[in-house]
């Protein structure tokens, strides 16, 4: 059986997935200071960061329109998937509802799926693999929905940040919590809770401490880690997402690490020197 899998730009895509026509991303639209950035190939990571520092207001985005999903949709693929970032973060996911429904009024046989990730980028990135996985198995279409939202609900994701600005501008962080904040150097630990939401799991003195707490916290949540695949993406520190790579290796039996860029969206949650991780 012939596959797609659309995911939304908040998902990294492997570098394998950029060329092959069964995987297709999905532009969201950023906006900084009045600027739109197509969070697409042509995304840079730099020039956004520099926006984002020098613009007081917090950087928006704008989820694909109904009649793009619908376009992706719209293929010779016997199944097609999608999948969205959270959808208690973005109204990406209504948007590709949307966009399923619109095509199956003149084409009500065709198979599509809308996968409501509850994660972001490299969380979307696993689901896609796990995608990939069931349809290369031979799976038959209700089953791989059926083990790929099994999946989705014992998956964790976790971050870091190093920069506590978007928090402060998006009035999720008061200017005098950000400010001391930064002045001790505090790192909040993140994660997701089981519906989606962003919650605070911890925080540390500094980076590498916080990175520290974060991968005790993944190493406590993550049961058969031997058997699973896990993912790193990070905004403009490779370094960091190499040093977070060994410690977990050291601290349990994981099957495999994959490690990515953050794309637009993902820049934009994470901000310069964040860190998330999927498992």
């Known amino acids: 059986m012939s596959y797609k899998v659309v995911i939304d730009s908040c998902g990294e895509l492997l570098d394998e997935w950029k060329q092959d026509p069964r995987f297709e991303s999905v532009a969201l639209t950023l906006s900084v200071d009045g600027v739109n950035i197509i969070d697409d190939e042509t995304f840079d990571q730099a ?14 985005s ?11 949709f719209d293929c010779e693929a016997e199944h097609v998937y999608a999948v ?9 996911y209504n948007s ?35 995608i990939q996985e069931c349809e290369e198995a031979g799976l038959p279409f209700e089953q791989v929905i059926e083990t790929v939202d099994a999946y989705i609900e014992q998956q964790h994701t976790f971050f870091v940040l190093d920069n506590l600005e978007t928090l402060r501008k998006n009035g999720r962080l008061s200017k005098v919590k950000a400010l001391v904040a930064s002045a001790l150097k505090i790192k909040p630990v ?19 401490k916080a990175l520290v707490k974060m991968a005790q916290a993944i190493v406590e949540k993550t049961a058969d880690s031997g058997q699973k695949t896990l993912a790193i993406s990070h905004c403009n520190c490779h370094e ?3 040093l977070l790579k060994n410690a977990l290796e050291e601290r349990m ?18 901000n310069d020197g964040g ?4 498992v």
């Open 47 to 60: 020039d956004f960061l520099k926006r984002v520092a020098e613009c007081p207001e917090c950087p928006k």
């Open 62 to 72: 704008a989820c694909p329109s109904p009649e793009r999903y619908m376009r992706a």
């Open 84 to 92: 969205t970032l959270s959808a208690e973060l973005s109204g990406s």
């Open 96 to 130: 590709a509802v949307l966009g399923k429904n619109l095509l199956q009024e003149d084409h009500p046989d065709r198979q599509i799926h809308i996968f409501n990730s509850k994660s972001a980028s490299v969380g979307q990135t696993l689901i896609a693999m796990k």
């Open 190 to 208: 993140m994660g997701s809770t089981e519906e989606g939401a962003i919650c605070q799991l911890d925080q540390a003195r500094g980076m590498n």
């Open 240 to 242: 960091r997402a190499i």
């Open 253 to 270: 039996p994981i099957k495999k690490i994959v490690i990515l860029d953050t794309a637009g969206v993902s820049s934009m949650y994470a």
């Open 275 to 278: 860190v998330i991780v999927a």
